[in-house]
């Protein structure tokens, strides 16, 4: 990456300040933001088989509780939306500017006190550096998007008067050493603008972007109404960054939406019951329903720089239902994944030539949009517990749905419904999904058959009673309140009707 700047530039800037000026004893400190566990705490293990602190619940924690709340200690705009949202609390229809004319950062506040609160936690002191803005955060790639950009840098450099955030991972050793060079050009460029008088300033600002890279999590708010994950910027929580990543979690971490709806306000769920002193693990991306382990294994070791020695990893032998899709010719039981010779449970010896051919026809069939067709010979090939089976008949779902045959619709959902349940568990937000459609579906079927209610009726209000669990289990209730409100609505005309 071109920075754009030597240091050959700073000497006209630094003149106007000196040392003493840019001492970091002046940067005001931040506000101590750290959360309260509920039956859980964190440990810090040493051992082969650990990975430092790791948060275990110190009593038995059901389904659906809340184990931290926690607001972001640094945290940082997405640069793409600082026109429209608040650079402080990340809210929508920002209007006011900061109180410096030509603020070099450009940003917008939506009040006069989120405006008072940035300028207080560190504002103020970038806003006499234009430099730091116009040429080390001009560059808008994947490697800037890692680290952080020069203010969240600076507050993690400056926190509490420390010279790194206190207790977090970094491994630097473990970064490519094109990024920790690039890490130490943009030390440099800060040190050299700021005039850094530390010796180890370098040494402590390359480390801060190797702790940012590692313990980062990005804030997203889905808005319901459109479906859309908007990608609001990205914090550090001191407290919910000592949580280990696992690729079959038992814990879900999520933006919800408090009284005062903070956009930053994380939140962690327990998604089943956990047993008094387990570690308590979210996913960081990465799922073993989901991605193979292989696949899993590099990603965490390319983003994060870890081995994944979680407990699914570590059981190595467990079937990874996303690789287990087909079905075996010659008995009902028998799953198979892509090449095995024979299957496990009958021994039949498997025609791959015909399966090949049978799933290049039916993806032939898809792309002509012939999903019926499609859907007859996904049936012959795919597990019915397989993502593949529950996607083929999604689209058939949608298909029926389209032609208004609700009943249908709803069959095919139903079938989704079991494959990804058998994926992805009981309680879980894809299944909470499907739920909901099937409950839509249901609902529809209900008011436009009237004469055939009685069988549906039964289904209706199951269904709908499953998907409340769902979604109150794992937080949907509050995190996606219109649907929920349906659900409920859905709810109680079942029971007028009875
Ligand atoms: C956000 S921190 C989690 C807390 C961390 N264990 C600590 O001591 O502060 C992420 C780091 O924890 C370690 N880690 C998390 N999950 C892990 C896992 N499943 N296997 C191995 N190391 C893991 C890795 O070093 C990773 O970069």
Aim: with cysteine.
């Amino acid at each position: 990456m071109d920075f754009h700047f030597s240091l050959n530039d700073v000497s006209p800037y630094t003149k106007r300040l000196t040392p003493a000026h840019i001492d970091y004893r002046i940067w005001p400190p931040l506000p101590n933001e750290s959360a309260t566990w509920h039956n859980a705490r964190i440990e810090n293990h040493v051992g082969a088989n650990q990975h430092g602190c790791s948060v275990m619940s110190t009593d038995k924690i059901r389904s659906g509780e809340i184990v931290i709340q926690e607001y972001p200690q640094i945290k940082h705009l997405n640069q793409s939306i600082i026109n429209y949202r608040c650079s402080q609390c990340f809210r929508r229809n920002a209007r006011i500017y900061c109180r410096t004319k030509n603020c070099p950062w450009d940003l917008h506040f939506c009040n006069k006190q989120c405006e008072a609160r940035h300028w207080s936690t560190g504002h103020k002191w970038l806003c006499h550096f234009p430099e730091l803005s116009k040429y080390i955060d001009m560059t808008q790639d994947n490697f800037q998007f890692h680290t952080g950009e020069t203010p969240m840098i600076l507050k993690a450099y400056f926190f509490s008067a420390q010279s790194r955030i206190p207790s977090l991972v970094s491994n630097i050793s473990k970064h490519t050493a094109s990024d920790r060079k690039k890490y130490r050009e943009k030390a440099q460029l800060i040190a050299a603008v700021l005039h850094l008088i530390r010796d180890d300033a370098i040494d402590e600002l390359i480390e801060i972007q190797g702790q940012i890279r590692c313990n980062t999590i990005a804030i997203r708010e889905t808005n319901h109404e459109c479906g859309i994950n908007e990608h609001l910027g990205k914090a550090i929580y001191l407290s919910a960054s000592k949580m280990n990543h696992s690729c079959d979690p038992n814990a879900i971490a999520y933006f919800g939406k408090d009284p005062g709806h903070d956009p930053c306000l994380l939140r962690v769920r327990t998604s089943r019951d956990i047993p008094s002193k387990q570690q308590v693990c979210i996913s960081y991306g990465f799922l073993a329903a989901k991605h193979e382990q292989s696949a899993r294994k590099n990603s965490l070791n390319m983003l994060y720089f870890f081995n994944c020695k979680c407990e699914a990893c570590q059981a190595g032998n467990v079937e990874n239902p996303a690789a287990y899709i087909y079905q075996c010719q010659f008995c009902p039981t028998g799953r198979l994944a892509s090449g095995e010779k024979y299957c496990k449970a009958c021994n039949g010896r498997i025609d791959w030539m015909r399966i090949a051919m049978i799933e290049q026809k039916a993806d032939e069939y898809v792309e002509e949009g012939k999903i019926l067709k499609a859907s007859k010979l996904q049936e012959i090939i795919y597990h019915k517990s397989s993502l593949n089976w529950g996607e083929a008949m999604d689209k058939l779902g949608e298909h029926y749905a389209m032609k208004e045959n609700y009943d249908m619709a709803a069959q095919c959902i139903m079938a989704s419904l079991t494959a990804v349940r058998d994926t992805f568990g009981a309680t879980s937000i894809e299944t909470s999904r499907e739920l909901k459609k099937l409950a839509s579906l249901i609902y529809i079927n209900l008011s436009t058959e009237l004469s055939s209610l009685r069988h549906i009726y039964d289904n209706a209000k199951n269904i709908v009673k499953e998907a409340i669990r769902v979604y109150k289990a794992l937080g949907l209730d509050e995190q996606n309140g219109t649907e929920f409100e349906e659900l409920r609505k859905m709810q109680m005309i079942l029971v007028d009707i009875a």
